[in-house]
Antibody, heavy 119, light 110 residues
């Protein structure tokens, strides 16, 4: 059974940093690209970033480029999102998702972790 | 202005067929696959349709997708109360180099 479990969310002040983790199981992690998608309270879905299975390719939404960094540890089957210079508009539930067979198809999602940026 | 556009709402009665549209341009829907997601209240999104018209295993055949030119559609036949949810289309844009979701359509089953 495929499982994705996000962690690391919480309350952070504007300008602060946070690192999200997504622990996975039930599939051959290193063979799949992985993605972060966020959803602001009461709003729609917004793609954040995608990383290839071997980490040789990364993609970012313009809204987070230069502030967020996606990475993965294939030995630990874990995906990460390092978020720096956080802004109020980054407040959202952050979901990790497995890409299959290719973008924009995300066939498994985690339950999400809430990030709140506020003073 | 959104890259991909959906109507904010749709509705139907049980048993009816409802269609949700997704409109884009030549650099996104016109040249890339479209996916559809269902998000029930308080839950993570679920993949309904991929590669324009393919259903993952476990998705009922009441759900179908299609694409023509720079537009795509999700059709739900035999509408049920449990279909009440938000539906999102998504595609890749070649110029902007990213994934773009439509704004979402809230489906109400009357």
């Amino acid at each position: 059974e495929v499982q994705l479990l996000e962690s690391g969310g919480g309350l952070v002040q504007p300008g602060g940093s946070l690192r999200l983790s997504c622990a996975t199981s039930g599939f051959t992690f290193y063979t799949y690209a992985m993605t972060w998608v966020r959803q602001a309270p009461g709003k729609g879905l917004e793609w954040v970033s995608t990383i290839s299975g071997s980490s040789d390719a990364t993609y970012y939404a313009d809204s987070v480029k230069g502030r967020f960094t996606i990475s993965r540890d294939n030995s630990e089957n874990t995906l990460y999102l390092q978020m720096n210079s956080l802004r109020a508009e980054d407040t959202a539930v952050y979901y990790c998702a497995k890409v299959s067979p290719s973008l924009p198809s995300l066939n498994y999602w985690g339950q999400g972790t809430l990030v709140t940026v506020s003073s | 202005q959104s890259v991909v556009t959906q109507p904010p709402s749709a509705s139907g009665t049980p048993g009816q067929k409802v269609t949700i549209s997704c409109s884009g341009g030549s650099s996104n829907i016109g040249s890339n696959y479209v996916c559809w997601y269902q998000q029930l209240p308080g839950t993570a999104p679920k993949l309904l349709i991929y590669k324009n018209d393919q259903r993952p295993s476990g998705v009922p055949d009441r759900f179908s997708g299609s694409k023509s030119g720079t537009s795509a559609s999700l059709a739900i036949s035999g509408l049920r109360s449990e279909d009440e949810a938000d539906y999102y289309c998504a595609t890749w844009d070649d110029n902007l180099r990213g994934v773009f979701f439509g704004g979402g359509t809230k489906l109400t089953v009357l």
